[in-house]
């Protein structure tokens, strides 16, 4: 699966590559032509990952038409279709039920050519929830043949996993925007690869900034996390935060990789976690549960104080200790990332106008990273024994 390199506005006749075609039609036209200029094996079996009005996305993807509430027109609804590499040959998803179960394991941020989808807006024409059916609010461009200012079609962020990459915005379908083409059909389910490296996660439900205490605290917190979900040497996790005096990369003394606890890779080493650009989210929490916007709209953000290449923001909820500056006259702020992104709002969130600090008497979690690597995803022993780490194991006793 790809995000296209080419964009264009919802009126999907308008683009190149669709040969004048309208709607759906012209969609899969754009995802075969960019397929084959790519060289991508079984190019005229790719479809785009849009819905309209009749035909959902879910049903594409496996080949056929009509609606999941219809079964795509089979007997029976059909199941099994992906898994989905990327075209850096990472996998997109298990399979199509993993898909809709948990989101992405990672961003579908790499075009045909395995390049970084560059599109100042960031963001996709899907018409598509978290399910695969159409939106239900009719967001489709008029079923992608117009672009007419008053009218909206659904999107995701091409730089978010989680749901967020097919369902999390309301564009204007005047805007021009790329969407996504998957090979559809099924294929073997797929597993992210073994990596050895270190784990990290994302905590979950947290509080105030103030409730974070200052870094060791906030380290503190980590470590009885990570010996409560029984990951592997927990006394290990240090938080992704900065202070005034601190920044948050060279706390650490370690250098990567990082693995979530479903083994999925965030990135190989501090150069490439501080680059901008995650290899997966961090979303999945030391308990393997996965979080991001829910249904209802609620944002889960992470404190970090932290910028993209490491360093501190200055906004710290005063060194993570108060909610206010000096008497509550004055509110304290704190830099926040979210945990869906891999682009660099994963760690300091921003608009066109620039840094975003929120509140510190908002309730926000944190990340937590491991400074040990303790061997391959799926080990059987913890620490690492079975692959000849012997990184926990010490010569003396008390």
Request: hydrophobic fraction near 35%; aromatic fraction near 14%.
């Amino acid at each position: 699966m790809f995000t296209t390199s080419v964009n264009g506005t919802g009126d999907l006749s308008t683009w190149t590559d669709s040969g004048g075609l309208v709607g759906l039609a012209g969609a899969d036209a754009v995802c075969r032509s960019r397929a084959a200029a790519a060289g991508l094996a079984n190019s005229e079996n790719f479809v785009a990952w849009l819905s309209d009005a009749n035909h959902d996305a879910y049903c594409r993807v496996h080949g056929y038409s009509g609606k999941k509430a219809n079964n795509c027109g089979q007997p029976s609804l059909p199941t099994g279709a992906g898994g989905w590499l990327r075209t850096d040959g990472y996998p997109f998803t298990r399979n199509i039920e993993t898909l809709l179960q948990i989101g992405a394991w990672v961003a579908p941020r790499l075009d045909e050519f395995g390049a970084l989808a560059d599109v100042s807006s960031g963001t996709a024409f899907t018409g598509t929830l978290r399910d695969g059916t159409v939106d239900d609010g009719g967001e489709t461009c008029s079923n992608w043949s117009s672009a007419a200012p008053e009218l909206f079609g659904r999107g995701g962020y091409y730089g978010a996993g989680w749901f967020e990459w097919t369902r999390s915005i309301h564009g204007f379908c005047q805007f021009s925007r790329v969407f996504y083409c998957f090979e559809a059909g099924a294929g073997p389910a797929l597993e992210p690869p073994e990596v050895q490296g270190a784990i990290a996660f994302f905590l979950g439900r947290f509080g105030e900034g103030e409730e974070v205490g200052g870094l060791s605290q906030g380290d503190a917190i980590c470590q009885m996390s990570a010996e409560d979900g029984g990951l592997p040497a927990p006394s290990s996790y240090m938080a992704w935060l900065s202070d005034d005096t601190v920044d948050a990369v060279d706390r650490f003394p370690y250098d990567g990789p990082w693995i979530r606890p479903d083994g999925v890779l965030i990135a190989n080493n501090k150069a490439d976690l501080t680059d901008g650009e995650l290899t997966g989210q961090i979303n999945v929490d030391y308990l393997g549960q996965y979080w991001g916007k829910d249904d209802i709209g609620f944002v889960y953000s992470a404190w970090t104080g932290t910028r993209p290449d490491g360093s501190n923001t200055g906004d710290n909820c005063v060194d993570w200790t108060s909610n206010y500056i000096v008497d509550p006259d004055i509110p304290a702020y704190g830099s926040f990332g979210r945990p869906e992104f891999v682009d660099s709002r994963w760690t300091e969130l921003s608009d066109f106008q620039g840094p975003t600090p929120a509140f510190c008497g908002n309730d926000n979690s944190f990340y937590c990273f491991s400074q040990v690597a303790t061997g391959l995803t799926g080990e059987i022993f913890a620490d690492g024994f079975e692959v000849g780490n012997t990184s926990m194991w010490s010569t003396s006793s008390p």
